[in-house]
């Protein structure tokens, strides 16, 4: 059988690492996602290490752009640890947030049975989920982006997307020429809570965006409350099933008890698809989803 390794260097904890064996397609593809808590140093050498003995790379904890739309920039500081790869593809997971994660508010629609119109969702960056958020709009959600709030602590939170674009076009320069773990936690800073603006929380029905971020932010308690997230392990879901959520949305299905983060997902299917990852257009992810069987994975808590 072929086979297909996925290798997935996270700037995060290393208590999150996980090991996953699938098959799929015929395919035997071997996951490994490995953390260097924080440590930019061991991140750029272990993919110097690994360039060229693996087949795709997935960066985790943190992204190489900042997207909104459109709209796209090299994030600087990330893009110094990659000058040492020459060999191994490298996917951050942005393309695949953008065309799939904008039609999960549909499929919670059409093949759940959700009901979405009318209900805030609260993203707590619209830059990091403008796919998802564009999606939850389009189902009739009322919208707080929460890149100025929880990403820069000003106390405003946008309501439409057109905002958050124009934002993006002026922002987006000065952010991407500063130190990630400002935009972003890492290492230990990913265990963190310290709730900010609980009231965004509170008037939302719904809240979406990466899983750190969110716990990071959250207050301590989310009765009630839709959260459409990843890469959240089984201690996660208990932690949330205490905190009152009533239902779990991972935008990435389950893989053995975890699930893993849009860049391990969108380095699989450039594995299969065995193009560049320039090369693929967006159609071929969802066509490839489709063919395989995946879709987001719904707990009720």
Not at 65 to 87: E, M
Not at 97 to 104: A, D, G, L, R, S
Not at 165 to 189: C, D, E, H, I
């Amino acid at each position: 059988m072929k086979e297909k390794r996925i290798l997935s260097v996270s700037l995060g904890s290393s208590r999150r690492n996980h090991r996953v064996i699938l098959d799929l397609l015929g395919v035997r593809v071997v996951v490994d996602r490995v953390g260097m808590d924080g440590d930019k140093t061991a991140f750029a050498r272990t993919l110097r290490e690994f360039d060229g003995k693996v087949d795709v790379f997935g960066l985790g904890g943190v992204d190489l752009y900042l997207r909104a739309g459109k709209y796209r920039y090299l994030i600087k500081d990330v893009a110094r640890l990659l000058r040492g790869v020459h060999h191994t593809p490298v996917v951050d997971g942005g393309e695949l947030k953008q065309v799939w994660e904008k039609e999960i508010p549909r499929y919670l629609v059409e093949c759940a049975g959700m009901e979405l119109a009318g209900k805030t969702a609260l993203f707590m960056s619209g830059m990091d989920r403008y796919g998802l958020a564009e999606g939850l709009s389009r189902e009739g959600c009322r919208l707080l982006i929460g890149d100025m709030p929880f990403a820069l602590g000003i106390p405003i939170a946008l309501r439409r997307l057109w905002t958050l674009r124009l934002l993006s076009v002026l922002m987006m320069p000065v952010l991407r020429r500063l130190p990630f773990n400002v935009l972003y936690p890492t290492g230990a800073k990913q265990d963190e809570q310290r709730g900010r603006f609980p009231r965004y929380f509170e008037h939302a029905a719904i809240i979406g965006g990466d899983f750190l971020f969110i716990k990071r932010f959250r207050p301590k308690r989310l009765p009630g409350k839709i959260l459409i997230t990843n890469s959240v392990t089984t201690q996660d879901i208990e932690e949330l099933r205490t905190a009152g959520v009533k239902t779990l949305v991972t935008t990435t299905p389950d893989m053995n008890g975890r699930s893993f983060g849009a860049n391990v997902l969108q380095a699989i299917f450039v594995a299969l698809l065995e193009k560049k990852p320039e090369d693929i257009l967006p159609e071929e992810y969802l066509q490839l989803m489709q063919h395989i069987g995946f879709a987001p994975r719904i707990i009720h808590l």
